[in-house]
C-alpha cells in the first residue's frame, strides 16, 4: 500500500479538497482506495457524507487506543473509497500522547502490513503538531496543496524545513511528491507570479495542473458528497481528475506493498 500525506501548515489551502477529490478520483480508476481523516475538525468525513453520528471508532482510536485500522474504516457511497474517519476527540490526542515513546510512531504501526488497499491518502490537520508528524511518519511521500498567494510561499519553506526534520530523525524515506497549486485564478497577476516563483525553485517538483477557484468545488462538502460527483463536468472537478491522473503517473507501479 502506498502511503500519501497531504499537509501543509498553513489553513484554506484546499488540503482537504484535495484529499477527497484525489481520493475519488483514484478510486475511480480502480484504485483501492482508503482516506484517513487526521483532522479534529473532520471535514473530510463530512466531505464524503459521513456524518458524526456514523463514526462510531474513529482515526482517535487507532492513534491512543491502538484499535485496528480494520475496525475503525466506513465505506462510503463511492465505490472503491473507505474512510477512517476523525472525531473531535483526536484534538485531545497529542495530550494524551505526549509522555508516550513511540507517540511519532502509532500511525505507522497500525499501517503496516496488508490492509486490502492499494493506497492511502491522510489528510492532515493545519499545522505541524503530532498529529502531522504521526502522517510524514507514517507515510511514503507527501503531497503538498499550496495555495497562490505570497505567504504560502513562507509556509512552504517552513513545512519543507519540516520535512528534512522528520527524513534525520523518524522516516529518512519520506519524500515529496508533488506540489499542488490551488485556487489558481489567471486574472490575478500575483497568482501568475507566485505560480512562476514557485516553480523556478522547485521545477519539476511542482504538478502541471493546476487547481482553479471554483464555487462548485465550495458547494460540494456541503451536499457530503466530493465535486467530482457534485458536478464532475465543472472546472474543479476536470483539474482534480487531471492531478489525480499526473499522481498516478509519479506513484510505483508496485501498489499492494506492506
Known amino acids: 500500500m502506498i502511503r500519501i500525506a497531504i499537509a501543509n501548515q498553513k489553513g484554506g489551502v484546499g488540503k482537504t479538497t484535495t484529499a ?46 491502538r484499535t485496528p485500522v480494520t475496525d475503525c ?24 500522547l505526549v509522555n508516550e515513546d513511540d507517540r511519532a510512531h502509532r500511525l505507522q504501526h497500525a499501517l503496516r502490513g496488508d490492509l486490502g488497499y492499494d ?38 519553506s517552513q513545512l519543507l524545513q519540516t520535512v528534512d526534520r522528520v527524513q534525520q530523525r523518524f522516516n529518512p524515506d519520506l519524500g515529496i511528491i508533488g506540489i499542488a497549486l490551488t485556487m489558481f485564478d489567471r486574472r490575478n497577476r500575483l497568482t501568475d507570479q507566485v505560480s512562476e516563483d514557485v516553480r523556478s525553485c522547485l521545477g519539476q517538483l511542482v504538478f502541471e495542473t493546476t487547481i482553479p477557484r471554483n464555487v462548485r468545488l465550495s458547494e460540494a462538502p456541503s451536499h457530503g458528497v466530493p465535486a467530482l460527483i457534485y458536478d464532475h463536468a465543472c472546472a474543479g472537478s476536470r483539474a482534480y481528475m487531471a492531478l489525480a491522473r499526473e499522481l498516478i503517473t509519479r506513484l510505483p507501479e508496485k501498489r499492494k506493498a506492506a
Open 20 to 65: 477527497i477529490n484525489v481520493s475519488t478520483a483514484l478510486a475511480a480508476t480502480g484504485w483501492k482506495t482508503l482516506m484517513i481523516d487526521l483532522d479534529p475538525q473532520g471535514n473530510a468525513s463530512t466531505g464524503v457524507g459521513i456524518s458524526a453520528s456514523e463514526r462510531d471508532a474513529s482515526s482517535y482510536d487507532v492513534l491512543v487506543d
Open 73 to 96: 474504516v466506513i465505506p462510503t457511497s463511492i465505490p472503491g473509497l473507505d474512510l477512517l474517519p476523525a472525531t473531535v476527540d483526536l484534538s485531545g490526542a497529542e495530550v494524551e
Open 119 to 156: 493506497v492511502c491518502l491522510i489528510d492532515c490537520p493545519p499545522s505541524l503538531g503530532l498529529l502531522t508528524l504521526n502522517a510524514l511518519t507514517a507515510a511514503d511521500t507527501l503531497l503538498v496543496p499550496l495555495q497562490c498567494e505570497f505567504f504560502a510561499l513562507e509556509g512552504l
